[in-house]
């Protein structure tokens, strides 16, 4: 994009235009990348040394603000594909998906922070794990953690499926625990 020196629009508010622009994007991790490259690859008309300044600044923070919340709105979005999975197999009327949609969320974020110690566990030992380097303490300590993830997984699944036959009969509360363990892409 290159413009004449006799072009009314500034560069900065060129750049205003390109981050506007960029916000229309649907989704989040997209907009991200798509803004960062945007601003920072495509040359706009320099006068000065502070017109760079304050379009690096504005890259930096704009990045940041757009990139850091991309991985919890990803796990909201999945937690949203489990549901709308779980729900339009069960075909249940308007007033039971009403009833089990909030427990179904409340499922997906408890099992979430159910895995979370031992999934940072297994990060904090995933390079010694892939050279194959795991002390024996290291070895015991992620098989006890994936123990405890696995009975603390049982019991959230047993409350819940209680909370579930609350709202529907017994077979279908069954049925509803048996699709929040299939896998959704």
């Known amino acids: 994009m290159k413009l004449s020196t006799s072009h009314p629009i500034s560069p900065d508010t060129i750049s205003l235009q390109l981050c506007t622009t960029t916000f ?54 999945k937690d949203d594909a489990h549901v709308s999975y779980v729900l339009k197999n069960m ?28 999934k940072a566990l297994k990060e904090k030992y995933s390079k010694a794990e892939d050279a194959g380097k795991l002390t024996t303490a290291q070895c015991d300590e992620l098989f006890e953690s994936k123990q405890k993830q696995e009975v603390a997984q049982l019991a959230v699944r047993k409350a819940y499926y209680a909370r579930m036959k609350t709202v529907l009969p017994a077979a279908k509360a069954y049925k509803l625990m048996k699709l929040t363990n299939d896998k959704v892409k």
């Open 91 to 118: 075909k249940l009327s308007k007033e039971d998906a009403a009833k089990v949609k909030p427990l179904l969320y409340a499922y997906y974020k408890e099992m979430s922070n159910v895995k979370a110690s031992h």
């Open 24 to 77: 229309t994007f649907i989704n989040k991790y997209v907009l991200a990348r798509v803004l960062i490259i945007t601003i920072i690859v495509v040359p706009l008309p320099q006068k000065s040394n502070m017109i760079r300044m304050k379009q690096i600044v504005l890259t930096a923070i704009l990045g940041l603000i757009m990139v850091l919340p991309v991985q919890h709105v990803y796990a909201g979005e």
